[in-house]
């Protein structure tokens, strides 16, 4: 089981990318756009800067629904591959079934 300060900091995370996606949507289009004038590109640089670095999606990660290991986690299924193989085993997953031969 993960610590729950970092399973709470990443729910945090989700939370601020939440809030700031259109905001960040907005000023990665300005600066992306290469017909605008360079010093409105680089003010919209500045201020993308400016935001906090929380609320980017790449500082958000993918952890297991039920342990909170951040490692090894099928994003289908939202689980680490312990606990997969877990399930899996007792027939908790529908569809999923242990290969054997």
């Known amino acids: 089981m993960a610590k729950l300060s970092s399973i709470e900091k990443n729910n945090k995370r989700a939370r601020m990318i939440k809030g700031q996606a259109k905001k960040r949507a907005a000023l990665k ?12 590109r680089l003010q919209a640089q500045m201020q993308l800067a400016k935001l906090p670095r929380n609320g980017s999606k790449v500082r958000y990660r993918n952890r297991c ?37």
């Open 29 to 40: 289009a300005v600066v992306m756009n290469r017909e605008l004038a360079f010093d409105e």
């Open 65 to 101: 629904e039920l342990t909170g290991r951040a490692r090894g986690v099928y994003r289908k299924f939202k689980l680490s591959r312990i606990k997969l193989r877990e399930l899996g085993s007792f027939g908790r997953i529908p569809g999923l079934t242990k290969a054997s031969w």
